[in-house]
T-cell receptor, first 116, second 114 residues
């Protein structure tokens, strides 16, 4: 088990461009989460998948953001028409929820996005 | 939504000292986790502790769910303990759990000086 893997680790893009990030969760984990972290703050929840179903979205997830988990395994997060305010660390986490109370999350290394 | 407050926000200690980090939360929670964020941004799991006490080497944690707080103890600090420590809680509002993910505090920035 290699843990949660995120690619790329760093991304620099020009304002207005689209970017896509990938997250590979721990194998057999049925839950996958995306978070965003800005400087000096704790991570903030963006969205969550149970297998392939996207079950929850935060108000932070504007319509320029879209996330998919097509086969219940890896997930992608796309940001369209990037803005400077999108610059942040994007973190992915996964958990194996055998019971409703068991949601211990494990995080990837993150993708640091810089919009110039 | 649920509020998570961590204290102190910053802590500077000499190597070998002990420290206590506190996390207060505003509502009943099902899960609570402590993380250490290293300089590269990786969140390292320290404890999954919705209630009770756990120990792992020089670190231990206690959560008193009925009083809505958790404490992280670090003994005999080492320079490698430096970084940001986050407390995060999971407010289970649906029977399926984990509906809103984790809510994080702002962290405690710990600096251990040699």
């Amino acid at each position: 088990d290699t843990g949660v893997s995120q690619n790329p680790r760093h991304k620099i893009t020009k304002r207005g461009q689209n970017v896509t990030f990938r997250c590979d969760p721990i194998s057999e984990h049925n839950r996958l989460y995306w978070y965003r972290q800005t400087l000096g703050q704790g991570p903030e929840f963006l969205t969550y998948f149970q297998n392939e179903a996207q079950l929850e979205k935060s108000r932070l997830l504007s319509d320029r953001f879209s996330a998919e988990r097509p086969k219940g395994s890896f997930s992608t997060l796309e940001i369209q028409r990037t803005e400077q305010g999108d610059s942040a660390m994007y973190l992915c986490a996964s958990s194996l929820a055998l019971t409703p109370e068991d949601t211990e999350a494990f995080f990837g290394q993150g993708t640091r996005l810089t919009v110039v | 939504g649920i509020q998570v407050e961590q204290s102190p926000p910053d802590l500077i200690l000499q190597e070998g000292a002990n420290s206590t980090l506190r996390c207060n939360f505003s509502d009943s929670v099902n899960n609570l986790q402590w993380f250490h964020q290293n300089p590269w941004g990786q969140l390292i799991n320290l404890f999954y502790i919705p209630s009770g006490t756990k120990q792992n080497g020089r670190l231990s944690a206690t959560t008193v769910a009925t009083e809505r707080y958790s404490l992280l103890y670090i003994s005999s600090s080492q320079t490698t303990d430096s970084g940001v420590y986050f407390c995060a809680v999971d407010l289970q509002i649906y029977s399926g759990g984990g509906a809103d993910g984790l809510t994080f505090g702002k962290g405690t920035h710990l600096i251990i000086q040699p």
